[in-house]
């Protein structure tokens, strides 16, 4: 019998009750004896040299512990934070790599640099002695585009990168593409912009240091996503502490998006100051400095080119792409824009030669890394365009074009030109399902009575394919990783057969409380309530590396199947050992343990009790104990895959975009809980709808200021700026090489979502001969679109 | 924010003594001022929270008009049944206010001596040729908005109510920023027997009138007989949200829905 809460249930998340009635237990929330309050002096000038700072008034003010800055640090031989990916330049230089600080040393390089830290008795104390703190500031000329920072004349935001410039890197075949443009028919060109963006997770950063000096040990608390990655950067390479004496606990965290994947200072400082001052020490970022120094996303400027046959068959695809990577570079900044972006180019699509080109830059803005998608946004949005611009050329519906040059299912497994290997995948099937869903025919009916009523309606396809699950180890590192990225699992059932299970994924919203307890019951059938999920702590979970790029159930999920496997095997010798038999006449199912032909039998709670209760163990033989670790490397990236289709009514006096429908069809191979999966695709739609008509993160390239500092001007999408979503999904393609056939459903959404938007946008509007907008497409955007015009086009 | 005292007088009087303290700043529903403190941008010495007013808050309907006192939250005014059957258009106002949170702090008292250049009540305050009444005197709405944040008032002086004048027809349409759901651009149209009126704000740094597009409508209230009228974009507002033309461009095209609101 199924369990009711195993494998394809929509099992309502366990852990909503807890948040959902405010018991949800975050970083902020941690209060210890003597605890004390930090706050950061920060750098109100985009670039400046520091050539001073008196902290006198501001020790002197009531409740001040201590004033700490950049020189302490150093004077503690406070280490730079360390870059996780390296990038070689075409040339087969390395990457500049300048240094990080958590405090500044000398010289602030962003509003919002850290320059130094006011520890007091209460926050408000520390914020009254923060004002007092006086920097003698030198202001230096500031370049926050990225676009000028490659100019001659741009100011150097480091010494160490001449021009800027982090590195210059290419993949793909150039010589293949040069002679296949040689002999297009024809060719569809775009330079369009993919907007930066502020993650704005609910919780702000926060992060709180503990020392003991009875026995040496640290422990973080920390808005992270990947514990274990931040004890060994913080530990080995920025304040040199063992891992036996650093424990990094990461609890409930209010969403990340990416942005609290990355080893940020001010873990370091309060680690390295609860030391220093011998107390408790607590940050908390404010929304401001959220906005400030949360690292962006996205921030590329892109030329690309399609070559086509006469019928419209891609022959092949040029990019070139400027990406802004801030003022310093972040924990996996460099990998963004190169092997997570420009590996993506072939989209679903057999164009038979790709040539990437990318800049990356230093510019005096907040770092940039990744944010949802990271990457693989950049590239969908670039292909999705670019085919919609293609369709035009050549004089194909837009349907019919990706149609045309899909990879078929019959070439599985398919190896692109630009480095990745899709293992499986539909793409006919998903856009066989999405036009009758959207009604695709009916559309000119729809077009037509939204004219009557004086709107313009669009309609715009975005066919996605992404790469899920970083994998393997060996690629990973062979492209520049500094790390492993496997995943860690720990399944231990209790001598009454409940279960716990330890991950080195992170939860940060994804529910892995529930699927990954959903995995267990259906595999030992056990009650999901007799399930515990454990994440997020160095101390409890052997190791991990996250979560992050819809790795969690692709990665971390079957490291639990490897576990599992392994308690299986053990409680498979107990069980003949038990019930006398040999173990190959051992049955399994549903947690039974059968001999076969028998009715002999044993459940997994028998057995569980028996294995910490070992009276008769043939102890040479048989460990008692039911506890069982393992590691799993994937073999290959996941390739989730998807149609979207979006439309849009423009009203043409006001330039306002509405979207009045929004389909998703999605292959994210086989999926646990259609609930979570829903949620998370429509999570996604949102953060993707949101880029293309909303958000914008703007720097005054004058000023060097953040223009859009609060939610006064930087517009994230609220509940009514979109429909109801229309969200279906298959489970034929399931992933090839991991146990459960999963691919990821984390990012899908807003990697998708963004081009089926413009593309839907871009045709409401293609009656007056537009073929482009770059992003947000704000209402003045549009309207303008519209008064510039051809006369003859907008007169019709 | 900063340290400061904090009083809750219960009367108008004891308000507006409260008041007089040095560096004293009155807190009405507090949506621009808590955030203003929060941020460290204002420190004022004393707020004097006028919550506790009983003579400020009400609605109630006066010979011509209605008489909304000046502490009454934008839901409260949204959801009358009395404003809502008197001048429906001030309830429409009032329900497109910020969002659901905001309405059910923010008082029309606030919002008005506030004077934020794209705040919607002061276009229903021109356009309905309001009356506001002080702790002291009444204030023509005509007179009352004199800038950029800046009104008739004098330091110390508290608004009490405000009386709006029951027009035949009317209606207001706003152009809402995305984010903040401020008004970029936003027209209160009112008709009183052969008088038009055309109140605009969000568009400058103060509400103002549209004479142009009142006598437009006083020949014809019909949103046609606004065709070929635009306001100059030289003294509009221009942000990361929209320029000055585009605004100007927007005044004509709320304005023609307000009058097609209207009816």
Known sequence: MANPNGVGASVRRLEDPRFLTGRGNYTDDFKRPNMTHLVHVRSPYPHALVKGIDASAALAAPGVVAVLTGADMEADKVGSLPCGWQIHSKDGSPMKEPGHFPLARGRVRYVGDAVAVVIAETKDQARDAAELVVVDYEELPAVTASTRAVTAEAPQVHDEAPGNLCYDWHLGDKAAVDAAFAQAAHVATIDLVNNRLVPNAMEPRAALGEYDPSNGEYTLTTTSQNPHVIRLLMGAFVLGIPEHKLRVVAPDVGGGFGSKIFHYGEEAVVTWAAKKIGRPVKWTADRSESFLTDAHGRDHVSHAEMAMDQDGHFLALRVSTLANLGAYLSTFAPSIPTYLYATLLAGQYKTPAIYAEVKAVFTNTAPVDAYRGAGRPEACYLIERLVDIAAGVAGLDRAEIRRRNFVPASAMPYQTPVALQYDSGDFAKNLDIALPLVDYDGFAARKAASKAKGKLRGIGFSTYIEACGIAPSNVAGALGARAGLYECAEVRFHPTGSVTVFTGSHSHGQGHETTFAQLVAERFGVPIENVEIVHGDTSKIPFGMGTYGSRSLAVGGSALVKAMDKVERKAKKIAAHMLEAAETDIEVKDGRFTVAGTDKSLGIGDIALQAYVPHNFPLDELEPGLDEQAFYDPKNFTYPNGCHVCEVEIDPETGVTQVVAFSAVDDFGNVINPLIVEGQVHGGIVQGIGQALLENCVYDDESGQLLTGSFMDYCMPRADDVPSFTVRYHEDQPCTHNPLGVKGCGEAGTIGASAATMNAVVDALSAFGVTHLDMPATPEKVWRAIQNATPALAAE | ?263
């Open chain 2, 1 to 263: 924010m900063y340290a400061f005292t904090y009083q809750r007088p219960s009367t108008l009087a004891d308000a507006v003594a409260a008041a007089q303290a040095e560096d004293a700043k009155l807190l009405g529903g507090g949506q621009t001022l808590l955030p203003t403190l929060k941020q460290r941008l204002a420190q004022p010495s004393a707020l004097v929270d006028l919550s506790g007013v009983a003579e400020m808050k009400g609605i109630n309907a006066v010979d011509g008009g209605l008489e909304v006192g000046a502490f009454t939250r934008h839901s409260e005014v949204a959801h009358s049944d009395l404003v809502k059957a008197t001048i429906p258009a001030l309830a429409s106002l009032a329900e497109g206010i910020g969002d659901r949170q905001v309405r059910n702090m923010g008082t029309l008292g606030g919002s008005i001596a506030n004077a934020d250049p794209s705040a919607d009540y002061p276009s229903a305050v021109v356009a309905l040729k309001a009356t506001v009444t002080t702790d002291r005197r009444t204030i023509a709405g005509d007179d009352f908005f004199t800038g950029m944040f800046e009104t008739a008032l004098e330091p110390g002086e508290i608004v009490k109510s405000v009386r709006f004048s029951t027009p035949d027809k009317a209606a207001y349409a706003k152009f809402r920023n995305p984010a903040s759901r401020y008004a970029i651009v936003g027209v209160f149209v009112a008709k009183y027997g052969a008088e038009v009126r055309v109140a605009v704000t969000g568009a400058a740094g103060s509400v103002f009138r549209v004479p142009a597009f009142e006598a437009a409508l006083e020949a014809n209230f019909a949103a046609e007989a606004l065709n070929g009228l635009s306001v100059s974009a030289d003294d509009l507002n221009a942000d990361l949200h929209a320029s000055a033309d585009y605004r100007a461009h927007l005044v004509t095209v709320m304005a023609k829905r307000a009058v097609e609101a209207a009816g």
